[in-house]
């Protein structure tokens, strides 16, 4: 007995270690409730790094060439054509999008693309162009756009002997002579909605329009209601005339153009600036911009069917 009794409490004295490494191992492996999760949380797309950018770390905006007001730059003139001084209601856009995905002033980088070329199918040299590009469903078949960030009517610009004015339907412009930019809505409100008598004249740009309109081979332009502005501010006058915004057009036939953010076709940035857009919108960043550079007063014509 007593050589065995030894023995039994060196049992018990194992049993009773086996037993304490048990709880203390459970112990040990039980979380805390409030302990953070050990899954690392999914990466976010919209972080600077994971953009789908033309450069990485560099936002890279397209604008026209040249960019003229009131998208770059103020109907002053000052700054004119320098979409780097956050001027012009497209020039200030830009750069708050660009705070809103995170990017400093100093990492927006601008080039320049004719407006036909940037909606033509293949690669791009911009993560996203800003043009006044109407959102339509044949151009998002080779591009992918925005949500809208602008939305406007077509208008009729001419001189203040036009023969377009006091024109109140689209019978009355029926044998008007019209003009309009080549590749644009306007051009397209012209031979689909108004359908003159006679073809509209077409321009490489509205410049060329306008001289047509001066030199008085045509009588008006159709262009979208706040190009018009500028166009009777500085570029008409600017050809030694005086011109006016004859009116608006207000038609069942004619949707109101928005227009968005033209991407290359598939580009994931899509998502991440549709975001920054609804941002804008919904804190009033948006209506503050145009109210600053888009919105002139006074009442204008409205032209029907």
Do not use: H
Request: glycine share 6%.
């Amino acid at each position: 007995m007593r050589w065995r009794l030894p023995i039994v409490l060196l049992v018990l004295a194992l049993f009773a270690a086996a037993c304490g490494d048990d709880d203390t191992t459970t112990t040990t492996a039980a979380p805390a409730t409030d302990a953070p999760a050990t899954t690392a949380p999914a990466a976010d797309a919209c972080a600077i790094e994971n953009l789908e950018l033309i450069e990485p770390g560099v936002l890279t905006v397209a604008t026209g060439d040249t960019a003229f007001p009131p998208w770059v730059s103020g109907l002053d003139g000052a700054n004119f054509d320098t979409p780097e001084s956050k001027t012009g209601f497209e020039g200030a856009l830009a750069y708050e999008i660009a705070a809103e995905l995170g990017f400093s002033d100093d990492q927006v980088t601008w080039v320049r693309t004719t407006f036909d070329e940037a909606i033509a199918p293949g690669p791009k040299n911009f993560d996203f162009n800003l043009q006044q590009y109407s959102i339509t469903e044949a151009r998002e078949e080779v591009v992918d756009f925005s949500v809208p960030y602008y939305t406007t009517r077509q208008s009729l610009v001419g001189l203040s002997d036009s023969a377009a004015i006091g024109a109140a339907t689209l019978a009355d412009l029926a044998d008007v002579r019209l003009g309009a930019q080549i590749g644009t809505t306007s051009l397209d409100f012209i031979e689909n909605v108004i359908q003159p008598s006679e073809a509209a004249s077409v321009y490489d740009t509205n410049v060329d329009a306008i001289t047509a309109l001066v030199a008085g081979q045509i009588d008006a332009i159709v262009v979208d209601l706040p190009t018009a502005f500028f166009v009777i501010a500085v570029q008409i006058p600017e050809q030694g005339a005086e011109g006016q915004v004859i009116a608006q057009f207000e038609t069942p036939a004619q949707d109101p153009d928005n227009y968005g953010l033209l991407f290359a076709d598939g580009n994931s940035l899509v998502d991440c600036v549709n975001d920054a857009l609804e941002t804008l919108r919904s804190n009033g960043t948006l209506a503050n911009l145009e109210a600053e550079w888009l919105t002139a007063g006074g009442q204008i014509a409205t032209i029907t069917e």
